[in-house]
């Protein structure tokens, strides 16, 4: 199963990377979201202009009690928007899936000998792969960006790493729900439909962009239990922190719980894929 897999996994990246204008949107989201958030929904900017003595020390009060000490609110943003682009390329990956079955390449591929695992894991390790990449350049954009992302000096390639796991452990999960979506669909309109109904409130019911100490109680716990919340959380803390310190309880139950989530999705998300995958 897994030559199978791979060989289908390289076969739809092959096809992604030969078309610049499915990765350049991508690029340009990252770019896009993070200056428009970082800059319109940024708290420090209401300080009004007449308190320009104190402007300097207020906008660090903000930010240090409300923003989790982040020197910048990009710096606070970067892990929510790389969750954002992450959810929103889980989401429309599958469209190449739905184009395949249209085609009437997705047949060919359930009428051949190969593993219907190999169908269904090829979709969503493509699709990681994909949301990993743009996930890493627009990293890079963040630090490029004018009061942008600023790290602290003990952040290296250790919390490099587990920062990028987090993203990687929430993008395997969602992966497994939207490829299972995609093999259920049987066109793009419908596929975009009920993506669209589930991902914009899982974005906006999580801490990607505000912390969840400001939203009511009923929404409250709901970011708490978000997927997307516990990624932020757990990236958030090393991007803004360098090391976990006196988190470390809060990252490590935030990390062992996206695990739990990516096994939960896989497990679902194939038995629900071993349904689909039905020759018409």
Do not use: H
């Not at 420090?44 to 320009?52: E, F």
């Not at 989790?68 to 469209?95: D, E, Q, R």
């Not at 894991?121 to 792969?129: D, P």
């Not at 090391?243 to 629900?272: E, I, K, R």
């Amino acid at each position: 199963m897994f030559d199978e897999t791979l060989a289908l996994t390289n076969r739809a990246l092959k096809k992604w990377v030969r078309n610049p204008f499915t990765i350049i949107p991508g690029l340009a989201t990252s770019a896009f979201y993070l200056a428009l958030f970082g800059n319109s929904f940024n708290p420090t900017n209401l300080v009004p202009a007449s308190a320009a003595q104190y402007t300097a020390a207020i906008k660090a009060s903000i930010l240090g009690t409300t923003f989790s000490g982040a020197p910048t609110y990009i710096t606070y943003l970067t892990a929510g928007v790389i969750c954002l682009i992450t959810v929103f390329n889980m989401s429309f990956g599958g469209i190449d899936i739905v184009l395949d079955r249209q085609l009437g390449y997705f047949n060919t591929l359930l009428t051949a000998p190969i593993p219907r695992a190999a169908i269904y894991f090829s979709g969503v390790f493509q699709n990681l792969a994909k949301a990993m990449l743009l996930a890493l350049l627009t990293f890079v954009i963040a630090l490029a960006i004018p009061n942008g992302l600023e790290l602290p000096r003990t952040f290296g390639v250790l919390e490099f790493l587990g920062a990028f796991a987090a993203f990687g452990m929430l993008g395997l999960g969602l992966s497994c729900v939207f490829t299972t979506l995609a093999l259920a669909a049987r066109s793009i309109d419908s596929l975009i439909a009920v993506v669209n109904f589930i991902n914009l409130p899982l974005i906006f019911m999580s801490s990607s962009l505000f912390p969840s100490s400001s939203f009511p109680s009923w929404l409250m716990a709901i970011s708490n239990v978000n997927p997307i919340s516990k990624a932020d959380e757990a990236a958030r803390i090393l991007i803004v922190n360098g090391t976990p310190g006196g988190q470390t309880g809060t990252f490590v139950g935030d990390m062992v719980y996206l695990l739990g989530f990516v096994v939960a999705m896989g497990v679902l998300g194939y038995l629900g894929a071993a349904r689909a995958m039905k020759p018409e």
